[in-house]
């Protein structure tokens, strides 16, 4: 491989909710896919594991850091302060989701 080309690495953004935490979706992206990093999170002191409702592949780190931040910033009111959760239902979620798709399509 050439010294001047770059790898894209791209990875995925998520939408994950947790019975133990009603009423919230957790937001954020991973290299990982979706159901393994809702595995990895349920080791992190919460007691139910959590459930991939929505998630978005992309295929290099730029178009993936800015489509996790544009989500932020869209829920920016409903977020939980200093965490990745928002305040939000499910139904929200499933309709983003489906605007989401048909935009980054």
Request: proline share 8%; hydrophobic share 30%; aromatic share 10%.
């Amino acid at each position: 491989m050439p010294d001047d080309e770059t790898v894209k690495k791209g990875g995925y953004v998520y939408f994950l909710t947790n019975p133990a935490i009603p009423g919230h979706v957790k937001i954020g992206k991973s290299t990982r896919p979706p159901e393994e990093r809702a595995r990895q999170l349920f080791t992190t002191a919460v007691p139910r594991p959590y459930k991939v409702v929505a998630f978005q592949r992309f295929d290099d780190e730029e178009t993936l850091l800015r489509a996790e931040r544009e989500l932020h910033a869209k829920y920016a009111a409903r977020r939980v302060p200093n965490r990745e959760f928002l305040k939000l239902t499910l139904q929200w979620s499933r309709r983003k989701r489906c605007c989401w798709s048909c935009r980054s399509a």
